[in-house]
Protein backbone atom coordinates (compact mmCIF):
# COMPACT_ATOMS: atom_id res chain seq x y z
CA UNK A 1 0.00 0.00 0.00
CA UNK A 2 1.53 3.16 -0.86
CA UNK A 3 1.87 6.28 1.58
CA UNK A 4 1.11 9.62 1.34
CA UNK A 5 2.87 11.70 -1.50
CA UNK A 6 4.04 14.70 -1.70
CA UNK A 7 5.37 16.73 -4.41
CA UNK A 8 7.59 18.56 -5.21
CA UNK A 9 9.98 17.81 -2.12
CA UNK A 10 12.16 20.58 -2.15
CA UNK A 11 11.15 24.56 -3.82
CA UNK A 12 12.80 27.70 -3.98
CA UNK A 13 10.58 30.55 -4.38
CA UNK A 14 10.77 34.30 -3.99
CA UNK A 15 9.38 36.86 -2.29
CA UNK A 16 6.10 37.78 -3.02
CA UNK A 17 5.37 34.94 -5.48
CA UNK A 18 2.69 32.31 -4.71
CA UNK A 19 3.13 28.34 -4.19
CA UNK A 20 1.40 25.38 -4.82
CA UNK A 21 2.23 21.96 -2.59
CA UNK A 22 0.19 18.79 -3.42
CA UNK A 23 -0.58 15.92 -1.50
CA UNK A 24 -1.68 12.25 -2.06
CA UNK A 25 -2.91 10.13 0.58
CA UNK A 26 -3.24 6.75 1.71
CA UNK A 27 -5.41 4.79 -1.14
CA UNK A 28 -8.67 5.06 0.94
CA UNK A 29 -7.81 7.76 3.17
CA UNK A 30 -10.55 11.02 2.80
CA UNK A 31 -9.19 12.89 5.64
CA UNK A 32 -5.67 15.10 4.87
CA UNK A 33 -4.11 17.65 7.34
CA UNK A 34 -1.27 20.22 6.68
CA UNK A 35 1.27 21.06 8.63
CA UNK A 36 4.14 23.25 9.32
CA UNK A 37 7.26 22.68 10.34
CA UNK A 38 9.74 25.63 11.39
CA UNK A 39 12.68 25.30 14.05
CA UNK A 40 11.19 27.76 16.10
CA UNK A 41 7.45 27.20 16.67
CA UNK A 42 7.70 23.38 15.99
CA UNK A 43 5.13 21.19 14.28
CA UNK A 44 2.06 23.48 13.33
CA UNK A 45 -1.48 22.59 12.07
CA UNK A 46 -2.46 24.66 9.10
CA UNK A 47 -5.87 22.63 7.99
CA UNK A 48 -7.40 19.18 7.90
CA UNK A 49 -9.99 18.47 4.75
CA UNK A 50 -12.40 15.54 4.73
CA UNK A 51 -14.43 14.92 1.56
CA UNK A 52 -13.71 18.30 -0.26
CA UNK A 53 -14.77 19.98 2.90
CA UNK A 54 -12.55 21.79 5.23
CA UNK A 55 -12.84 20.52 8.85
CA UNK A 56 -10.69 22.57 10.94
CA UNK A 57 -8.67 25.67 10.68
CA UNK A 58 -5.35 26.74 12.53
CA UNK A 59 -4.18 30.28 13.20
CA UNK A 60 -2.12 30.90 10.10
CA UNK A 61 -3.32 34.06 7.67
CA UNK A 62 -5.47 34.20 4.56
CA UNK A 63 -2.38 33.94 2.43
CA UNK A 64 -2.56 29.85 3.50
CA UNK A 65 -4.97 28.20 1.81
CA UNK A 66 -5.99 24.49 0.59
CA UNK A 67 -8.54 22.64 -1.45
CA UNK A 68 -9.12 18.87 -2.10
CA UNK A 69 -10.13 16.58 -4.52
CA UNK A 70 -13.14 14.70 -5.26
CA UNK A 71 -9.63 11.63 -5.19
CA UNK A 72 -8.89 12.71 -2.40
CA UNK A 73 -5.39 14.82 -3.24
CA UNK A 74 -5.48 17.89 -1.79
CA UNK A 75 -3.46 20.98 -2.58
CA UNK A 76 -1.92 23.66 -0.14
CA UNK A 77 -1.29 27.06 -1.31
CA UNK A 78 0.35 30.41 -0.21
CA UNK A 79 -0.08 33.30 -1.80
CA UNK A 80 2.28 36.52 -1.79
CA UNK A 81 5.38 34.45 -0.35
CA UNK A 82 7.00 36.20 2.88
CA UNK A 83 10.49 34.71 4.23
CA UNK A 84 8.91 33.49 7.27
CA UNK A 85 6.84 31.11 4.94
CA UNK A 86 10.26 29.26 4.53
CA UNK A 87 9.65 25.32 6.15
CA UNK A 88 8.87 22.35 5.75
CA UNK A 89 5.47 22.05 5.06
CA UNK A 90 3.81 18.28 5.56
CA UNK A 91 1.15 16.45 4.91
CA UNK A 92 -1.17 13.79 7.02
CA UNK A 93 -3.43 11.23 5.97
CA UNK A 94 -6.29 9.54 8.45
CA UNK A 95 -8.48 6.92 7.23
CA UNK A 96 -12.59 7.60 7.32
CA UNK A 97 -13.07 6.74 10.94
CA UNK A 98 -12.66 9.66 13.63
CA UNK A 99 -10.68 7.24 16.01
CA UNK A 100 -7.39 6.69 13.85
CA UNK A 101 -4.20 7.65 13.58
CA UNK A 102 -2.22 10.26 11.02
CA UNK A 103 0.08 9.35 8.46
CA UNK A 104 2.40 11.62 7.53
CA UNK A 105 3.77 12.12 3.98
CA UNK A 106 7.89 13.32 3.59
CA UNK A 107 7.08 16.42 3.09
CA UNK A 108 8.19 19.68 0.96
CA UNK A 109 10.80 22.23 1.87
CA UNK A 110 10.05 25.61 0.87
CA UNK A 111 12.79 28.05 0.95
CA UNK A 112 11.53 31.57 0.28
CA UNK A 113 14.34 34.20 -0.89
CA UNK B 1 -5.04 25.83 26.98
CA UNK B 2 -4.28 22.23 25.38
CA UNK B 3 -0.58 21.41 25.13
CA UNK B 4 1.68 19.23 24.82
CA UNK B 5 5.34 19.08 26.73
CA UNK B 6 8.52 17.87 26.28
CA UNK B 7 10.80 18.55 28.78
CA UNK B 8 14.10 17.45 27.57
CA UNK B 9 15.32 19.39 24.28
CA UNK B 10 18.16 17.15 23.74
CA UNK B 11 19.02 13.82 25.56
CA UNK B 12 22.59 11.71 24.59
CA UNK B 13 22.68 7.84 25.50
CA UNK B 14 25.05 5.47 24.81
CA UNK B 15 24.53 2.95 22.99
CA UNK B 16 23.07 -0.12 24.52
CA UNK B 17 21.49 1.84 27.30
CA UNK B 18 18.06 1.82 28.15
CA UNK B 19 16.44 5.13 27.07
CA UNK B 20 12.77 7.26 28.35
CA UNK B 21 11.35 10.47 26.57
CA UNK B 22 9.49 12.15 28.91
CA UNK B 23 5.87 13.86 27.43
CA UNK B 24 2.95 15.68 29.67
CA UNK B 25 0.28 16.92 27.99
CA UNK B 26 -2.44 19.69 29.26
CA UNK B 27 -6.32 18.77 28.10
CA UNK B 28 -9.44 18.29 30.10
CA UNK B 29 -10.02 14.54 29.22
CA UNK B 30 -8.07 11.76 28.12
CA UNK B 31 -6.95 12.08 24.42
CA UNK B 32 -5.67 10.17 21.84
CA UNK B 33 -1.68 9.74 22.36
CA UNK B 34 1.25 9.40 20.14
CA UNK B 35 4.59 9.29 19.49
CA UNK B 36 5.89 10.04 15.85
CA UNK B 37 9.66 9.70 15.01
CA UNK B 38 11.74 11.77 12.52
CA UNK B 39 15.08 11.93 10.66
CA UNK B 40 17.07 14.84 9.36
CA UNK B 41 14.90 16.28 6.42
CA UNK B 42 11.89 13.38 6.24
CA UNK B 43 8.33 12.91 7.67
CA UNK B 44 7.16 11.77 10.78
CA UNK B 45 6.54 7.96 11.46
CA UNK B 46 4.47 6.45 14.17
CA UNK B 47 6.18 4.86 16.49
CA UNK B 48 2.63 4.17 18.79
CA UNK B 49 -0.69 5.22 19.80
CA UNK B 50 -2.36 5.27 22.86
CA UNK B 51 -6.70 5.18 22.18
CA UNK B 52 -7.68 3.35 25.33
CA UNK B 53 -7.57 0.08 26.91
CA UNK B 54 -4.00 -0.77 28.39
CA UNK B 55 -1.94 1.61 29.35
CA UNK B 56 1.31 0.03 28.58
CA UNK B 57 1.59 0.05 24.75
CA UNK B 58 4.30 -1.83 22.24
CA UNK B 59 5.24 0.24 19.00
CA UNK B 60 7.38 -0.76 16.43
CA UNK B 61 11.20 -0.66 16.68
CA UNK B 62 11.50 -1.87 20.20
CA UNK B 63 10.10 1.01 22.08
CA UNK B 64 6.94 1.71 24.21
CA UNK B 65 5.65 3.99 26.22
CA UNK B 66 3.01 4.04 29.35
CA UNK B 67 0.01 6.49 29.94
CA UNK B 68 -0.13 7.59 33.62
CA UNK B 69 -3.65 9.71 33.63
CA UNK B 70 -2.80 10.57 37.14
CA UNK B 71 0.73 12.62 35.93
CA UNK B 72 -1.41 13.39 32.39
CA UNK B 73 1.86 11.69 31.30
CA UNK B 74 2.53 9.07 28.37
CA UNK B 75 6.80 8.29 28.64
CA UNK B 76 8.56 6.78 25.89
CA UNK B 77 10.91 3.94 26.65
CA UNK B 78 13.38 1.75 24.75
CA UNK B 79 15.81 -0.42 27.20
CA UNK B 80 18.22 -0.82 24.37
CA UNK B 81 19.23 2.07 22.02
CA UNK B 82 20.84 1.17 18.65
CA UNK B 83 22.77 3.65 16.93
CA UNK B 84 20.23 4.12 14.29
CA UNK B 85 17.40 5.03 17.03
CA UNK B 86 18.98 8.86 16.47
CA UNK B 87 16.22 11.05 15.69
CA UNK B 88 14.26 14.08 16.84
CA UNK B 89 10.50 12.37 18.43
CA UNK B 90 7.81 14.07 18.76
CA UNK B 91 4.38 13.65 21.61
CA UNK B 92 1.05 14.31 20.39
CA UNK B 93 -2.63 14.10 21.08
CA UNK B 94 -5.46 14.93 19.96
CA UNK B 95 -9.41 14.26 20.14
CA UNK B 96 -11.79 12.34 17.58
CA UNK B 97 -11.62 14.46 14.16
CA UNK B 98 -9.70 17.34 15.81
CA UNK B 99 -5.79 18.49 15.04
CA UNK B 100 -2.75 16.69 16.50
CA UNK B 101 -1.02 18.92 18.96
CA UNK B 102 2.67 18.28 19.18
CA UNK B 103 5.11 19.08 21.61
CA UNK B 104 8.41 20.76 20.35
CA UNK B 105 10.29 17.55 20.12
CA UNK B 106 13.37 15.81 21.70
CA UNK B 107 16.31 15.44 20.38
CA UNK B 108 18.37 11.49 20.89
CA UNK B 109 21.86 11.46 19.80
CA UNK B 110 23.45 7.79 20.26
CA UNK B 111 26.82 7.56 21.62
CA UNK B 112 29.34 4.38 21.10
Given at each position: KAGVTQTPRYLIKTRGQQVTLSCSPISGHRSVSWYQQTPGQGLQFLFEYFSETQRNKG?????FSGRQFSNSRSEMNVST??????ALYLCASRGTSMNTEAFFGQGTRLTVV | AQSVTQPDIHITVSEGASLELRCNYSYGATPYLFWYVQSPGQGLQLLLKYF????LVQGIKGFEAEFKRSQSSFNLRKPSVHWSDAAEYFCAFNQAGTALIFGKGTTLSVSS
Open positions: NFPGRLELGDS | SGDT
